[in-house]
């Protein structure tokens, strides 16, 4: 039989090296999106030093304004859908980042709430007479506290969700004006 302070002893033991390999997850997790990021920058401006550089010789070579100002609307379109090509690329490496990151964080919750019951359970049964009721109020606020956190996961899914929805719409509506606006600017 354990004593009170040799089983709370095990259990923040416990507790702290779950939270350490959870802290070396995330990290991990985010150096990686990191490094995924950076990689999708170096590329654009890659490909944005070498397009700029084939424009702007298509630029000065033109003949007269009007090829100038053709070749300047023709490449209207195609950075307009490289730009939206970027954000698309970037939101979906935050999207499973932020994915990711939230079903380790769950998980590591429903781990620490799994111990934090089974530690009041175990130290229940060995408690002294008379202190049913504060155990009970000490189960009843661990179960307040678990029921608040799935209300704040809900809602902040929700929030994620309407944000998504809304930047794809946004992403949407830029798309079918630089659509609209391209062969207009042919014509200029």
Do not use: C, W
């Not at 090829?67 to 490496?93: G, M």
């Not at 956190?149 to 930047?167: G, H, P």
């Amino acid at each position: 039989m354990f004593t009170a302070p040799e089983q709370f002893s095990a259990a923040t033991k416990a507790n702290f090296d779950a939270q350490l390999a959870a802290f070396s997850a995330f990290t991990s997790k985010a150096i990686e999106s990191v490094e995924k990021i950076i990689e999708l920058n170096m590329t654009v401006a890659k490909t944005a030093f070498e397009e700029s550089n084939a424009a702007a010789k298509q630029l000065i070579s033109a003949k007269d304004p009007q090829e100038f100002f053709t070749l300047t609307a023709a490449q209207v379109q195609p950075s307009a859908d490289k730009a939206l090509s970027y954000a698309r690329h970037l939101a979906t490496i935050t999207n499973g980042a932020q994915a990711e990151l939230t079903k380790a964080t769950e998980a590591q919750i429903a781990d620490t709430n799994r111990k934090i019951v089974a530690f009041v359970d175990e130290i229940s049964k060995n408690a002294p007479a008379g202190s049913e009721n504060a155990i009970a109020l000490l189960k009843s606020a661990i179960g307040n506290a678990s029921a608040g956190y799935d209300q704040i996961n809900k809602s902040t899914k929700q929030v994620v969700e309407t944000l998504e929805a809304n930047m794809n719409s946004a992403v949407n509506q830029i798309s079918q004006a630089t659509t609209k606006a391209a062969p207009r600017a042919k014509k200029a």
